[in-house]
């Protein structure tokens, strides 16, 4: 039974159909038009758009066809057994609900082997940290090092401070040249030129699962800040506060919950601008064959930026949509309208990056500690780092695959400042 046939058999067993005639009106579920279904002629018609467009049986018309079986069935046991005891010949289906089974003896081996895993697979990530060249002033601490202490400090949830004993055991067993004092960590989190760098890092520890991820997942979460906004409702006469926050945007493969790509934004700011590059940026490692994203990030060049990589997207239209535009809106857009449990089948995977970033604030926080705008970007995007690196101890134990980095990049590739 396909999908029309289920929802046709869905619609006979909870709408009573009205009868004209010869013909059969039934209600639209997703408006207040109705539907004429007739099944005099040598091939049943239909009046929906879906039955004038591909000329195939739609659900209005199984659900008629269901209903006219049941009454004959219906009349058959009245003849027989003289009762009017009413007897379904349609069997009941139910929507099969998918569920992951976890692969609990690798999932372990994981979560006991992280802590010493982490560092090595942080060390091999920044050793393609190229050091800029410095010409005067006092010698500069190894941006390499740098990075690591900022990414272990968010790693371990402590303050910088306390953190602190936790790096210098790691310079002690050979993963940093030198530990950075707290207050350089901070001062280099505050660098702007440590955003792009951090970015290129994520995308990099992403590359080792591009053999396994072909779907991907794009959606925005905020992480809350120290800081305060305050207003004066002069409506109520009294005065507000509320956290101010940051929007994250993510690219995550929905497989394994790696993020390929990241964007940090004020809070105010809308998504669907930040689809592009977003997909610009995991096309260098991956090759996606479905992208989906929540109907917020509906526009003609995001899905013409998503169907370029090759790719099909899989996006929502709004209600107020319309067809009309060029070929490839009203080709998706009736690919929406006429075949929704296809699209949702897809679309469902997008749950995937909800499930990232609770993964993310459940083992990092919600929050950044940092005061200045640049340093809490710096900070979100050191969690989201330190996050891939757990996925890939996972993906360690439970797919066999051994990570490596910068294989496929010679030294101009690797990351500059």
């Not at 602190?164 to 030198?178: N, V, Y």
């Not at 900070?379 to 996925?391: D, M, P, S, Y």
């Amino acid at each position: 039974m396909d999908a029309r046939e289920q929802r046709g058999q869905e619609i006979a067993n909870t709408v009573t159909l009205r009868k004209k005639g010869d013909r059969w009106v039934v209600a639209s579920q997703s408006g207040d038009d109705a539907y004429t279904v007739d099944l005099t002629g040598t091939l049943p018609t239909c009046t929906c758009p879906d039955h004038t467009i591909r000329q195939m049986k739609c659900k209005h018309i199984f659900a008629v066809e269901f209903t006219v079986c049941r009454e004959i069935t219906h009349r058959a046991e009245i003849a027989s057994n003289g009762t009017t005891t009413l007897t379904t010949t349609v069997k009941e289906t139910k929507t099969a609900r998918f569920t992951y089974r976890q692969d609990w003896p690798a999932y372990n081996l994981a979560q006991t082997h992280e802590g010493e895993r982490f560092p090595e697979l942080l060390h091999g990530l920044c050793a393609g940290i190229i050091q800029p060249r410095q010409t005067m002033g006092r010698p500069r601490l190894a941006l390499a090092d740098v990075v690591f202490a900022a990414v272990v400090k968010v790693y371990s949830t402590f303050s910088g401070r306390r953190a602190i004993s936790a790096t210098r055991a790691l310079q002690d067993d050979g993963f940093l040249s030198r530990t950075p004092c707290y207050n350089s960590t901070f001062n280099y989190l505050e660098d702007p030129t440590l955003t792009p760098l951090l970015k290129a890092l994520i995308e990099e520890s992403a590359s080792p699962l591009k053999a396994v991820e072909t779907d991907f997942s794009v959606d925005s979460s905020g992480f809350t800040t120290s800081r305060f906004l305050r207003w004066y409702d002069a409506k109520y006469g009294k005065m507000h506060k509320e956290h101010e926050w940051l929007k994250c945007h993510l690219m995550v493969g929905v497989q394994t919950n790696i993020v390929t790509s990241a964007e940090i934004t004020p809070a105010e700011a809308n998504d669907s601008p930040h689809l592009r590059p977003l997909v610009a940026a995991t096309v260098k490692r991956f090759k996606p064959k479905e992208i989906s994203a929540d109907k917020g990030y509906i526009s003609n060049k995001n899905l013409e930026a998503i169907a370029a990589t090759g790719a099909v997207p899989y996006v929502p239209f709004k209600v107020n949509t319309t067809g009309e535009g060029p070929e490839l809106w009203r080709r998706l857009f009736h690919f929406y309208s006429f075949n929704r449990e296809t699209f949702l089948e897809h679309y469902h995977k997008r749950s995937n990056v909800e499930t990232t970033f609770s993964m993310v604030r459940g083992k990092f926080g919600d929050a950044v500690r940092s005061k200045t705008f640049t340093a809490q970007v710096n900070e979100i995007l050191c969690k989201v780092l330190a996050h891939n690196i757990c996925v890939l101890i996972g993906s360690i134990y439970e797919l066999g695959i051994e990570p490596t980095f910068w294989a496929e990049s010679t030294v101009a590739h690797k990351v500059t400042v």
